[in-house]
């Protein structure tokens, strides 16, 4: 056929995109807002807030032996300061330490939900290391950090010999959620609203069939144009003699 398509391929005109883009962004706009005001409002209200209480401690050994066998630690070690910080999280994260909490601080957790609670670790680098627990109830948070605070060392005495390890900073009642943070969840929805929004409009020209104009015919088409016919109800006042010149009589007087 002689108006057969050129080609199957889609071609996209960027700077066709980009105007179109700056024509419809206020759509943009409106998409950012209201999902981001979505997001925000899903995480103030069905999102549990998460509080988290902190404390931390020294470790300051001059000496360990581990399976019999000693050695020294100077503060000039990092790197077996590094190591022995590890060593603790671990026993920290034990069964046996884990379960001695729950008892002590008469919790109604297992040791499995416990575990996701609590967090460890070295701070900046350094000898000292910070227990973070989280908890929906903020009292609750504080006390589980107090509660290994005050059984870790002990616990840590049972299995490195020659160990020391001393209190930095008590645990506090957290007056914050930590989580959810709905600015971020905020921002998140506008990026996705303004992924979407672009998205769709980049979808929905590309599907548009529409012919708007000559070039769009000799682009798609292998045909050539041979005349235009303007709609003469979306012109102006002023271009009634183009219709006069081609029909032969001016659209108005038909009414």
């Not at 419809?24 to 950012?32: E, F, N, Q, R």
């Not at 996701?116 to 009292?139: L, R």
């Not at 008590?170 to 303004?194: D, E, F, H, Q």
């Not at 929004?197 to 769009?216: A, P, Q």
Request: glycine share 4%; with cysteine; proline share 3%.
């Amino acid at each position: 056929m002689d108006n057969k398509v050129k080609n199957e391929e889609v071609e996209i005109d960027l700077l066709h995109l980009l105007k179109l883009l700056w024509r419809k962004a206020w759509i943009i706009v409106i998409a950012m807002i209201l999902i981001g005001a979505i997001l925000f409002t899903y995480s103030m209200v069905f999102i549990t807030p998460r509080y988290t209480s902190t404390a931390m401690m020294y470790v300051n050994n001059s000496s360990l032996s581990l399976g019999g066998a000693s050695f020294t630690i100077s503060a000039s070690e990092l790197s077996a300061a590094k190591s022995l910080l590890d060593v603790y999280v671990i026993i920290l994260k034990t069964r046996i330490t884990l379960e001695r909490v729950i008892e002590e601080a008469d919790l109604d957790y297992t040791y499995e939900t416990l575990n996701s609670m609590v967090s460890a670790s070295s701070v900046n680098g350094t000898e000292v290391f910070k227990i973070s627990v989280t908890s929906s109830d903020p009292e609750e948070a504080e006390l589980i950090a107090d509660t290994i605070v005050h059984i870790l060392p002990d616990r840590i005495a049972d299995v490195v010999d020659g160990s020391s390890v001393r209190l930095v900073e008590r645990a506090v009642c957290p007056s914050s959620k930590s989580a959810p943070n709905c600015t971020n969840y905020a921002i998140i929805g506008m990026i996705i609203g303004l992924i979407l929004s672009i998205g769709l409009i980049i979808i929905f020209d590309l599907m548009d069939t529409t012919v708007r104009d000559e070039d769009y015919l000799n682009q798609k088409y292998d045909i050539p144009v041979l005349a235009v016919v303007p709609d003469a109800y979306t012109h102006k006042k002023g271009s009634y003699s183009y219709y006069r010149y081609s029909y032969g009589k001016n659209p108005t007087e038909d009414k």
